[in-house]
T-cell receptor, first 110, second 113 residues
Framework: GQQVMQIPQYQHVQEGEDFTTYCNSS?????IQWYKQRPGGHPVFLIQ?????EVKKQKRLTFQFGEAKKNSSLHITATQTTDVGTYFC??????????FGTGTRLTIIP | DTEVTQTPKHLVMGMTNKKSLKCEQH?????MYWYKQKAKKPPELMFV???????INESVPSRFSPECPNSSLLNLHLHALQPEDSALYLC????????????FGQGTRLTVV
């Protein structure tokens, strides 16, 4: 089936450093979603991007959708220990199918 | 109420057992999903129900049998599972259609012995 690559697979940062994860698709997307899963938890919706080149911000999180709508990024400024978890992009295929990217696991060194 | 409730939270079952996982939502969502997640892997889609009808089966083995008794409930019946089926099973729901966020339950952590 479809595989959506995210890079990096793991990221360890000092608290206060920035973090970025990238999601790449081989096909043009209608939209893209981002989810966060805390250790031992379940995925929680963060945001959806729809328009080419769209940039959305949520406090320290900045989400971007590529101009060609084939890639997206999530950037966290000045990470905090509460940012720990795995960040997944999720791509819709067809009307109901939602396929998750491979994920980036973020750990924070206090 | 923006919750998706899954029961049980943990389940240990033998390979000859029959058990069921349950999922409930009261958000009026028309799409409900079962995902399987192995450790350090992304959730993998298993089944999608749309308006209480099975719309997607991702070639899941028949030892997993989904059921949608009504628009609020989703079950996953398990029979003759293998140890490699041990995983976190996540239920989710959404309004349906493209571009609608999915709400996930806390999952059932299944161990097959």
């Amino acid at each position: 089936g479809q595989q959506v690559m995210q890079i990096p697979q793991y990221q360890h940062v000092q608290e206060g450093e920035d973090f970025t994860t990238y999601c790449n698709s081989s096909t043009t997307l209608s939209n893209i979603q981002w989810y966060k899963q805390r250790p031992g938890g379940h995925p929680v919706f963060l945001i959806q991007l729809v328009k080419s080149g769209e940039v959305k911000k949520q406090k320290r999180l900045t989400f971007q959708f590529g101009e060609a709508k084939k890639n997206s990024s999530l950037h966290i400024t000045a990470t905090q220990t509460t940012d720990v978890g795995t960040y997944f992009c999720a791509l819709p295929f067809g009307n109901e199918k939602l396929t998750f990217g491979t994920g980036t696991r973020l750990t924070i060194i206090p | 109420d923006t919750e998706v409730t899954q029961t049980p939270k943990h389940l240990v079952m033998g390979m000859t057992n029959k058990k069921s996982l349950k999922c409930e939502q009261h958000m009026g969502h028309r799409a409900m999903y079962w995902y399987k997640q192995k450790a350090k892997k992304p959730p993998e889609l298993m089944f999608v129900y749309s308006y209480e009808k099975l719309s997607i089966n991702e070639s899941v083995p028949s030892r997993f049998s989904p059921e949608c008794p009504n628009s609020s409930l989703l079950n996953l019946h398990l029979h003759a599972l293998q140890p490699e089926d041990s995983a976190l099973y996540l239920c989710a729901s959404s309004l349906g259609g493209r571009g609608t966020e999915a709400f996930f339950g806390q999952g059932t952590r299944l161990t097959v012995v």
